[in-house]
């Protein structure tokens, strides 16, 4: 469901080959993404103790992970109407199409154009909903490097973070930045969440500049104890 007083449409103008990929390739994206993720063994640690008590806690709750990883958080979290962020490009109009597809919304705007309106909408979003997820390194990288962003939201919402991670045994990557890894029918999926990290005492550069590089470091170390735990083979 959307709300009123949020962008959710990208101002730009897309070519006609564009508009038509637009109508065709989200639902048969998703469709496909939805049926080999309902092939696969799931695995999910802590999102109890650290997602759902943190809302029952907080009230509410941002979800930080890998551009890599949105698919999986999409196809978790399907149905709930959380939101999430991305660009005004064909690339993020293309995702927030496929995103709707799992029931969510995407707020639109980016690091570049749009970023004031983009923290705007995502104060506004988490008013009514009870999470938001980011993708720390979107929308083009570089992979596994976090944006200030989610910090900034932090601070002015007093919303705390979870990380959240994901890997998958046998997947195939994409030759894409992010090096997306689309799994395998019957491979196995662990999806994991770490400790809240609590919101940045104020806006000055040295407290969001700290929280950022804590949610990073937070995310790596998480994608680390996965490969651990599970001993599937290190995602490159």
Known sequence: MRLSDIPYE???TFSPKQKTALTILPPMIAFVLKR???LCEWTVFNKEEYIDKTIKSEGRVLIAFWHEHMAFGAYLFQGSNYHTLTSYSYDGELAARIVRHFGLEAVRGSSSKGGSDALKGLQKALEHVKCVGWTLDGPKGPRRVAKPGIAVLSAR???PIVPMGAIVNK???LNSWDKFP???PFSKICVGFGPAIPPPH????EQIEYTR???ED???TLLYRLQKVTGFQKEE
């Open 218 to 220: 937070a995310l790596n």
């Open 171 to 173: 997947y195939w990557s």
């Open 213 to 215: 590089k804590e949610v």
């Open 10 to 12: 990208s101002p730009y």
């Open 202 to 205: 104020s806006l000055e550069e």
């Open 157 to 159: 919402t007093k919303t």
């Open 36 to 38: 080999l993720f309902a």
């Open 182 to 184: 689309v799994p395998k």
